[in-house]
């Protein structure tokens, strides 16, 4: 197969040719095949190529909340957002805490192939914070597990966290922490602030993400390990992260695009009103400051990736009073329009940048051999081909994912994903499942 007419991250004009899934030749002008078969020449229209996006934290919700989410529609999901692997979080029912759940996953990955599924193991049983889970099965199985994170809850025990930590050094592990003091955080439902404080809505303060990030950063250093911070949201905690970074701990950290782009104002003023659930999510949505910090952080490095956070709910758990609904945002179909927007149209990172932020860099944190690689000759033909121009309404009824809880319903965003190649095979064509 030749994909014409791609510019590899916005450079020039140029041809592709993939064989047995790598990239065979990359240079402009190549000649397609005589064959006449169908599949043979792909029209890049002009379209960015880009590593495929690599996804570090997705909820697909199978096992136990089909009805939220499926492998198959989570994977379908991903693919149209230009994704070739995502990482499925361990907050499914029964929990990824054992070597049977992360292989149940995995396989239904590979069964429906839309992209590459690696699960996420508990750091403990059930996701309560007493015991550590079997770390080390869950390493050995079929699945080689190496992220381990209780996300959605935090291990909040610094003991059990150091244990974690020590424990994933012999495999090259990753302990992903959600940073939730659970006692600051008691009935909170919005960002601390101005805005909680009109709405008379209990606050969910600042200090009890970074607290943890702190205490997680020195425990880190501590025993030699590797600490990655899932959806920062303050500028505290980036100043934080910087200075563990300058003191060359292994330390990363992830932004979500909701955070890039959205401040608790909308929860007062949204185009339907206040207390919109849509915008409830962990963590909250925070300040124009917060905002600001983290699109600077993202750009120097400080924050290393760009991770959906993909949590889709069912209707009837967003649409319903405040205080009753379920936190979290769908993602992954609006991720690099929401980049784009908040960071590339304003000058922050070019493609180079969102490639690494968005592929290479969780590609590696994650240890996901076949992901993340450049663009080359001899690499795997993992392949997303974006169109920056033009700006598209969202509308959640056209999304692949089983739910549509996204905060950008009526919202123009920049851009859409043109094609995504898994290993040569197209999985998504002229914006559309193959």
Known sequence: MIIKNVRVLGGEPVDIRVQDGL???????????????????????????????????????????????????????????????VHAMANTSPVADTAGVVEQVWRLGREYGHCDVQPVGAVTVGLEGRQLAELGAMADSAA??????????????????????????????VVAQHAQEPRLTEGAQMNEGVVSGRLGLTGWPAVAEEAIIARDCLLAAHVGSRLHVCHVSTAGSVEIIRWAKSK??????????????????????????????????????????????????????????????????????????????????????????????AMVDTGLLDWAGVADRMSAAPASIGRLPGHGQPIAVGAPANLTLYDPSGRTPVDPAAFASKSRNTPYEGMTLPGRVVATFLRGRATVLEGKLT
């Open 248 to 341: 060359g701990w292994n330390v990363t950290a992830e932004v979500t695009p909701h955070h890039l782009l959205l401040t608790d104002e909308l929860v007062a003023d949204s185009p339907v009103g206040a207390y919109n659930p849509i915008y409830k999510v962990n963590p909250p949505l925070r300040t124009r400051a917060d905002v600001e910090a983290l699109r600077a952080a993202l750009a120097d490095g400080t924050i290393d990736i760009v991770a959906t956070d993909h949590a889709p709910h069912p209707v009837e758990d967003k649409e319903t009073e405040w205080s009753a609904a379920a936190m979290g945002m769908v993602g992954l179909e609006t991720a690099l329009s929401v980049v784009q927007e």
């Open 144 to 173: 080689r597990v190496r992220v381990f994170s209780d996300d959605g809850k935090c291990v909040s025990d610094a003991v059990l966290m150091r244990r974690a930590l020590e424990y994933v050094k012999a495999f090259d592990g």
């Open 23 to 85: 990239i065979a030749e990359i240079a402009p002008g190549l000649a397609g095949s005589d064959t006449g078969g169908a599949g043979d020449v792909v029209d890049g229209g002009g379209a960015v190529a880009l590593p495929g996006l690599v996804d570090l934290h997705t909820h697909l919700r199978e096992p136990g909340r089909e009805d939220a989410e499926t492998v198959q529609t989570g994977t379908q999901s991903a693919a149209r957002g230009g994704y070739t692997a």
